[in-house]
């Protein structure tokens, strides 16, 4: 039979207060444990094994604020997609990119860091990993959560062993491994709004040495925001010329002509393991995915046609000129084209005000998004598609008692597409495709020497990638339409030599420090077209190339305090690969962005407290963030190649905070779970100026409170079964969406989503019936808002899902 192989088999200021505290309480807490243990009962759970160190250890004696997942968990917690997760784990967010950024980027950010855009010249802050593959761009990282082992989630930098951007920490989905038992499931789940998912599993003995494990998944759903015909609802506006491409087949009685936030996908991943001997076992794997996803689920909630922003005050594009405010995009569309070709009737101020607030959304869940371009035949569907596929080979080999050695080699490549547009005419449309392929080589030897006082961890790591970039971007708000094509491509080669420490000089205390050379060499070359707007003299091609090399160290120190108190302290750093600015409108607008460089402190405890009735966990973390990148919009800066916008090394910041995790089982049966975190972000220097940005500025997308529980309660029910209800809640204090405070409507106020499932379980014939229903409530909120009303002329929001029903049978055999 084949082994179940995963590693080795060897043996701060405000928050620092809070830990401390936390700390001074530990002792009365273990105490209590030494006196009351034996009336307690036995916890029903088993020791949770983690490789965060790429050897498998328990959770609880990692120096490292890692949250653990298990498959069981994200069925219970009704997970569709990988982003779900950051619900139920302290200081992380996670969110699909809004129609600017694609509904298959994860924007991921862990303890305030995290980044939001596609494009590669910018490197992610939140390194993801499936199977210990790196996934080097954000883009095509929603990753379905079909058939884990497990989820880690390691915050804090991860700079030494994992290695390339992974400042803010780093997401780990471990596949489940073929045993060769002859065993799987099929599984059928229907839903909200046409939802259905298939998804089956057979783990295959074709020999006592080969075994091969194949999933299989095809689901699918409609979105939740209605996309109207705006012609249908307003015969009395315009011409017939706003209708067009993108319109589409109309419901008369609705005028509803498709969705927004659905899509479908299949997806299929095979892993064949052949063990040629107890000491040596192969896992070759491969994955093939396939996904039509709708544009993010946005709507308008605000327009106007001045130049002024009605909260921050900020002109866009400078100087306001002497015919008035009425001058951004919106305002200069209605007034040329709008008039002209779309037949607009904007002749009074009356009017014109009257044509802008009609663009705006009829309801919470609506837009009038075009999709497309009639007037220069532009295509641009309001579906993406995504197609993802590639493999991997891992050996691990016990070449002695005290010596294990793994090597990892993977190729990976997708290509995908997506659109962006707002409102039911073309001020502003883009077409985004990305197409990207990598290589990637890790070599590790894990030992172990004197008697298990010293294990070491050895390895080198080599990344090739190459990634396309071609768009159309078509705007017409402006005083004439512009058109062009950009053709951008990037490559990157990067490679690292690393290796770490275990000392245990004496009883009960572990000393780590780790090192690690990285060296990155990347190239962008910008290709810009604008022929279709009659400005081919300002065509250009360009190439930027930037080089990185960094030692990257860590030290931590973990000591037993009793059998069941574990306290550690750390020091870690990482670096975020140098970047480019990412959309120069001319060639003067292309300049290189300095690396962004992360050193973080964090101090922490690990506990099994009551007979290992109560696990409790905390950690305190101080980050210091240099040369963060961000937005720039400023007339005169870099000769006015930031007159719209550019990204720049906006300041230095430090990012105070703490999380606590803890799982109580107090009888046979039940478990309640709560985490709480709390991150507080500070500008501490300024290195470029900008409208908007001050000290006081916020960390966008960052809440500085997030908290969330569960409960659920095993009741028996005749032999063998069981009936589960579970509820789970988690909360968000106020999310900042602009770095500008006068921006009041760019905040989503603090709010509280709650799950609640009930599962049926029959042990005896496999057999599993769970209903579900997310966002039990229904509570409204948005997981981005943008504000454009001073450039484009509106203010969109992407609205999250709302309450939502589920019916999952399950069979396994």
Known sequence: MIKDY????????????????????????????????DEQPPRPEGEIIVTAQFREQALQDVPVAISAITADELEQRSVKSVLDIAQSVPNMEMTAGGSGYGAQTNQAFIRGLGQIDFLTTFEPRVGFYVDDVYYATTYGSVFDVMDLERVEVLRGPQGTLFGRNSVGGALRLISAKPRGDDSGYFEVTTGSRNRYQLRAAYDLGITDTLALRAVASAKGQDGHVKRLDYKCVYPQFGNQQVGGIGQGPVNKRSCEKGTLGGGDSYSFRGTLAFEPTPDLVFYLAGDYTRERAESSAEIILDTQTSRINPETGVIGGGVIPPTGPETNGLAR??????TTYYGFDVSTPEKLAAVAQSFESTGPFSTFARYGNARVGYENPSVG???????????????????????ITAYRKYYGDFGQSSLAIPVQEVRNALGHRQFSQ????????????????????????RTLNPARVQTEGFTNPLDFFSDDTATLESWALFGAIDLRPIDRLTLSAGLRYSNETKTYTFNRDYSPSGLGFLNFIAVGENHDDRFNPRFSAMYEVTDDLNIYASYSTGFTASAFNARPFGATGIFALQPEDVTAYEAGFKSTLFDNMLRFNAAAFLTKFNQLVGTIRDPVYRGGACAIFCNENVGNAEITGFEAEAVLRPMLGLMISGNVGYTDFQYKELLA???????????????????????????????????????????RSDIYYSNDVRAVSSVQPGYA??????????????????GGVTNLFDKYHFTTLTDQRESFGFFTGVVGRPREWLLTVRKEF
């Open 385 to 407: 598609t995504l197609e993802a596929y590639g493999g991997s080979l891992t050996a691990e080999a016990d070449l002695t008692d005290n010596l294990h050695l793994t090597s």
């Open 689 to 731: 100026t900008t409208q908007g940005l001050t000290l006081d500025s916020p960390q966008v997308r960052v809440p500085k409170w997030n908290l969330s529980g569960a409960v659920q309660y095993d009741i028996p029910f005749g032999a063998d079964q069981l009936i589960t209800p579970r509820v789970d809640v988690s909360y």
């Open 753 to 770: 989503l709650v799950n609640a499932r009930l599962t049926y379980t029959n042990e005896d014939l496999g057999f599993s019936l769970a």
């Open 6 to 37: 995963a590693s080795l088999k060897l043996g701060l200021r405000r928050s620092a207060g809070v830990a401390a505290l936390v700390l001074g309480l530990l002792p009365a807490a273990v105490a209590a444990q030494a006196a009351d243990g």
């Open 333 to 338: 569309w209605l007034r040329g084209l709008g």
């Open 442 to 465: 890790e070599v590790r030897l894990l030992g172990s020497v004197f008697e298990g006082m010293l294990d070491y961890t050895l390895g080198g790591y080599y990344l090739d990638t």
